[in-house]
């Protein structure tokens, strides 16, 4: 039996590089996005070494963006969406008509055809799915305001990109003089149309029916592996009969699988299940990108590739904070979106590989374009830092105004209860543990429960030390945490007892080895659920025994 093949050495080169890049760049503090990026230069066909499969690269990429934007349609719903119409819609297209223009007068200076021109700039207008919503999930403003306009704006440059995919070629016919005319491509947009609204239709109607009675009759069932299939089926299984019924992305399909699904109580437990594959294949998907870039660009065009990059992370960015602020939003909405949109990914690769096919865009525009998604990619997480420090400044004036108010928070909070985890375990604990107590939960709709439920709440990850200082780590006497996970409740516990020296730990564990763990970096006390139940079983068993006989 072989040994070798192309997908197995794919596979694995990908992810040992992106490991070992991505390991080297947390430790220079630098985005492991940047790791990823650099280890499928490594592994890509113009560095010597071995050479990974470009196009199963891709495809496996397709995957980590459908599991991407499924698991952002869980937790997105169609008043979400609908909410952000009036600025996501027309900021879009204004957004995509200021990068084309200013594409095509990159195109005229470099002695390009009008056409090869537009649909050069139109390749440099539309941002990468898997970038903006990492971007997004890594500050947790996917569910701020800021978060959602910038998620709509990604469905509605999708939408625009799944029109220029079908418009291109009977466009480049009408060039050659052999495409019908104007009516061919009048018909081709009205069906491209009416295949987008269809699609939308059937999911509203049939699949908000269909696919949440699925899931929950598979719940029932009590299988977690069953389970998983079922959800991995719906999300692939939307996307793909979304691409081939209807012509609309991937992306797309995946990303209404998942509103969907997100309507229902098993939305939270579905995520969970696709975090490790949506991680992994989100890998997969920069290093297909760094495998794209050829280095010899650098050299031979630095002045065209310079004006490209210009384009993506300059004008790009300074067309949407103007949009965005044009309607009225604050600042740090607009920085925000700007910085969110300030790269290009695979709508450009693909619009880039089309144009040269139908030979009207030249192979140089194609390299830059790909050169381009490179270097923005990898200035992105920097884009996303100085942003983060004008948001800062802007909201200092108001963070000193309520500083007074925050003082008393924190002497309200001041021995107080710090609980992670607000689950079916955190939840109990919180309804009798009869004192002051914080919620800390990254989960927004179960932060909302807790919230309504009447307890102060801290959204985000609490193995962040700024999350836990939020929190009044400081000031608590006792941290409760009451994830499943051991070995992050660990990283979380390490976290707080560098913060407070004299905090009061206590965990939850599912194994031995779990509570080891936790016991040497210092919680105090570990609780593992197995070992419980045997105890108190154990005490029925005892209490209920006949009287040995005397």
Known sequence: MPHHTPLIATIVAGLVAAFIMGAIAHRLRVSPVAGYLFAGVLVGPFTPGFVADVALANELAELGVILLMFGVGLHFSLRDLLSVKNIAVPGAVVQIAAATALGAGLGYWLGWPLVSGLVFGLALSVASTVVLLRALQARDLINTERGRIAVGWLIVEDLAMVLALVLLPPLAGLLEGNGGGGSAIAATFGLTLLKVGG????????????????????????????????????????????????????????????????????????????????????????????????????????????????????????????????????????????????????????????????????????????????????????????????????????????????????????????????????????????????????????????????????????????????????????????????????????????????LVIYARAHSDEEVTHLGNLGVDQVVMGEREIANRLLQYLVAKAPAAPT
Do not use: C
């Not at 939960?441 to 179960?446: A, L, R, S, Y």
């Open 199 to 502: 699609f939308i239709a059937f999911m509203l109607i049939v699949g908000r029916r269909v696919i949440p009675a699925a899931l929950h009759w598979v719940a029932h069932t009590g299988s977690r592996e069953l389970f998983r299939l079922a959800v991995l089926a719906i999300a692939l299984g939307v996307a793909f009969g979304a691409a081939y019924v209807f012509d609309v992305s991937f992306a797309l399909g995946a990303f209404f699988a998942g509103m969907i699904l997100g309507e229902t109580q098993l939305s939270r437990r579905a995520a969970e299940e696709t975090l490790p594959l949506r991680d992994a294949f989100a890998v997969l998907f920069f290093v297909s990108v760094g495998m794209l870039f050829d280095p010899s660009v650098v050299v031979e065009q630095p002045l065209p590739l310079l004006a490209t990059v210009a384009i993506i992370v300059l004008g790009k960015s300074v067309a949407a904070f103007a949009i965005v602020r044009a309607f009225g939003h604050p600042t740090r909405t607009a920085l925000t979106v700007s910085a969110s949109l300030a790269q290009i990914g695979e709508f450009s690769f693909i619009l880039a590989g089309l144009g040269v096919g139908l030979g009207i865009l030249p192979e140089e525009g194609r390299d830059l374009i790909l050169a381009g998604a490179i270097l923005s990619i990898f200035l992105n997480p920097f884009v996303f830092t100085a942003v983060a420090g004008r948001v800062a400044a802007a909201r200092k004036k108001a963070e000193d105004e309520e500083e007074a108010v925050e003082r008393q928070r924190e002497l309200d909070r001041r021995e107080h209860v710090v609980l992670v985890g607000y689950g079916r375990v955190g939840s109990l604990v919180a309804a009798r543990a009869g004192r002051a107590l914080v919620v800390v939960e990254d989960q927004p709709d179960v932060a909302r429960r807790a919230f309504e439920d009447g307890f102060q709440v801290v959204i985000g990850n609490a193995s962040d030390p700024y999350v836990l200082k939020e929190a009044g780590i400081g000031e608590a006497s006792t941290l409760v945490i009451t994830i499943p996970e051991g070995f992050e409740a660990g990283a979380i516990a390490e976290n707080a007892r560098r913060l407070s020296e004299d």
